[in-house]
């Protein structure tokens, strides 16, 4: 059966490939120019690993803000230091 008009894959069969060093910062990178519209009071992270962090935790299963901060809990900050 061919794919639909409005399919993705017919479009990403004609696109490009990407080559390492094109892709090589991922996901903090490509979130790197994000505007932090949060007021600036309390303990503070830096919004690109708040959002990698999500980002990571609903791709793995988890979406409630509860599970999503359990799920970033789990981790020791050795783990997650390649972000911070």
Do not use: K
């Amino acid at each position: 059966m061919p794919a639909l008009p409005s399919s993705l894959i017919s479009s990403l069969a004609h696109a490009p490939a990407l080559t390492l060093p094109e892709t090589a910062g991922g996901l903090p990178e490509a979130l790197a120019g994000l505007p932090d519209p949060r007021a600036r009071r309390g303990v503070r992270h830096r919004l690109t690993v708040v959002v990698t962090a999500a980002v990571c935790a609903v791709v793995a299963g988890y979406r409630s803000y509860t599970a999503i901060a359990e799920w970033v809990a789990m981790f020791r900050p050795r783990q997650l230091s390649p972000w911070a």
